[in-house]
């Protein structure tokens, strides 16, 4: 068989591909990452409670360190929804090269169809003069 030209270039698009398929696992797992952090945080806050009777410096005190814990929980939705977004990302940066990997590859289905019906023609015509030359020996064509 003929070699295939677009060997090395689908031997790369199959490595982007895995390239890719890696970055949408560390993706995933730095979302994961964040969605414990944001719960962690969330449960940080419902653990405390508002600050019963006491002095006014100690109420502020509870009241500032709860705000405190509610900007760092904002922080970590966000950083949740940043890491969905990057996941989102890496999905589509798969599908891409993903897709460009199945163009070489149908190349390449392609190229070893046409090998196959090239061999296979020649092979008809050997058997086809086979025959031919068969049947003059014997004296069946004029």
Do not use: N, S, W
Request: net charge positive.
């Amino acid at each position: 068989m003929p070699v295939f030209r677009l060997g090395a270039v689908l031997r790369a698009r199959l490595a982007q591909e895995d390239v890719a398929q890696a970055a949408v696992v560390r993706a995933r797992g730095a979302g994961k990452a964040a969605r414990a952090v944001t719960a962690a945080r969330e449960q940080a806050l419902r653990a405390t409670d508002p600050p019963p009777a006491g002095t006014a410096l100690a109420v502020v005190a509870a009241l500032a360190a709860r705000r405190a814990m509610a900007q760092d929980l904002a922080a970590a939705r966000h950083q949740e929804a940043v890491a969905e977004v990057r996941v989102d990302e890496r999905l589509a940066e798969l599908a891409q090269a993903a897709k460009r990997r199945r163009v070489v590859e149908k190349l390449a289905e392609r190229h070893a169809a046409e090998h196959r019906a090239r061999t296979d023609a020649a092979d008809q015509r050997a058997l086809d003069e086979i025959a031919v030359t068969a049947a003059a020996r014997k004296g069946l064509v004029p």
